[in-house]
């Protein structure tokens, strides 16, 4: 239990704190730009789906980043404790932490007179865990956390200036429904648990 | 030019230019535009509609826009857009009456003094005139009137007629004001917002015969597309910028920094590579386009160059300007934080409006102009002017960014400029 400790600590230490900086950075911002004082049921969508899905890919994609230099793999490997399971702490301390950001901001939005509930709060953390999803695979797969930013953000748009029917982030704005969130939250643990599989792939091979 | 073309190669061989390329062209095709979905049709008479468009007309915009208010301020729900998002504004108590005053300015007798005086505040309900979407009804005559329940007496809105354009718009600026600005009642939205008219069969051929003579069916269809592939180059162009600079720092930035290249070339060199490699997929794309137009309209129809003075014109700025966003901000932290800087920059400026620019004009400091339109000549025209400066600020910003890193690259280089982040993390400086 002490080693789990302890790597959640040197993980907050040296890693997280840049993206727990962006993170409240992004919650900062969002009542800025979207306002989230009396909002309807309707328009409490629009922070929670056009912004706070960004969570997932300022926490999530840079999970596998500090050993992406195969110089530190390479060190990282060859040590007692599993790379996987660090990796596996890493990702449960970002998906807890996108959980308490976003129910922490539904509940500031519901005492700000904002009709929230909890359906609301799981549909974006839905979102959330999605685009995280994508982000950590292709930073998993291509070895790179910049692709792993640019691919969910290519979805993003994709989906805001069209629409991609079943698969869209949108649903709440656009329809005042949670149709597809499950789909959504299913897809995005797949892309994580797919990026764990593919990272342990490659260290193998490497 | 050999750095130059080595940076290009390097550009072009990694994952994330061919990512970022195949981005660009799936997006194309995603909008409709590539391959295009519709093509210019000459209008038939007789047509139930043909558009509407903006009348200018204050006798038209004045009464709309006070009845607007009014029945936002019945609900005390005003939509803004305050730095380009959707934002609903409730007034405190305070404001409300005041706002009501201006209400009051704006009618004739809009609310009897026997229910409510502007600033009359009746202790039951707080003061606020609380009235739900199933209590508002619209009036044949335009006016809007307060269903209230039943043995109450409803509450009429009629606009005073002897209210001038001029005292209008001192009260809808101080009602915009107090709203914290971005409302449909500031100048800039009013004249887009209200006084909506029919365009005439007249109209509609007038503007397609300006779509033949002056643009050559090619001209309105890169509108269109640049309209589109502007969205996309505001915003992918930072990633292919930030993976190049962020694999420097891995592998060989120490020696990048003891070559005895200047600076200036090098940054140069790089920044037009990057923009380079972006607009290569656009330039197969507008070649391609052009070449089912030729098909489409036949050769002597067509501006067979239209496609690619669009590309320089109006799209080449937009990609400057995030390339240079992309090159800067990580040059000087050697962070992604570029990525974030930018989807910022694009959300801002892609949401700004709520459409009402899409080709009613330009944004001084746009970085993706609007024109969701296939046609609308005489609009384009019309704020072409705007356009151009605009073009020509956004690039200046892209040359002002690559200036600005250029400087800190080479005080980079002799250590005098170290920007740590995050001292007790990992990502910090290489120096």
Known sequence: ?206 | MTLYRKELGRVLKSLIFLLAAAGIVLFAYTQGVFPPHSTITKPEPGAASYGTKASGDPALIMPEAAESLFVQYSVNQYTTYPSGFLKYVKLNQADRVKMGEIIAELSVDVIPDDVQEPGDVPAANDGTLQIDGDSLQSNADGSFQIITPEGEMPIDFAFNPDMTWERFSELMAQADAMLGGGSDFSETWMNHRFGQIPVTYEEALADYELTVSHDKMTGAHARLFSDYMGIILGLLPVFPAVFLCLSDRKNIASMLYTRRISSTRFILARFLALVTAVMIPVLIMCAVLTGIHVADYGLGNIDILAYFKYAFFWMLPTAMASTAVGLFFTTLTNTPVAIAIQLLWWFVDTLGGNGVYSFLGVRTLQVIPRHNALGKTQAYLDYLPDLIQNRIWIALIAVLLVAFTVFVFSAKRRGLLHVSVFKRSKVQSAI
């Open chain 1, 1 to 206: 239990m002490s080693l789990y400790l302890s790597v959640v600590k040197y993980n907050l230490r040296f890693n997280l704190l840049p993206h727990i900086a962006a993170a409240l950075g992004l919650m900062l911002l969002t009542p800025v730009l979207f306002g989230i004082t009396a909002l309807d049921a309707m328009t409490v969508a629009y922070p929670l789906e056009l912004s706070l899905p960004f969570l997932g890919v300022i926490l999530l994609t840079p999970v596998y980043t500090p050993e992406q230099d195969p110089g530190i793999l390479d060190t990282v490997r060859v040590r007692k404790t599993p790379h996987l399971l660090i990796c596996g702490i890493r990702i449960i301390i970002a998906v807890v932490l996108m959980f308490i950001l976003i129910c922490g901001f539904v509940l500031l939005m519901a005492a700000l007179e904002s009709e929230v509930s909890i359906a609301h709060a799981l549909a974006s953390y839905a979102n959330a865990v999605f685009l995280g999803g994508l982000g950590i695979l292709a930073s998993a797969i291509s070895g790179h956390a910049v692709i792993g930013y640019m691919v969910p953000v290519l979805y993003f748009v994709m989906d805001l200036m069209g629409s991609l029917g079943s698969f869209t982030m949108f649903s709440m704005m656009r329809n005042g429904t949670m149709d597809g969130k499950w789909v959504l939250f299913i897809i995005g643990i797949c892309c994580i648990a797919a990026s764990v599989w593919s990272r342990d792939i490659i260290t193998k091979r490497k």
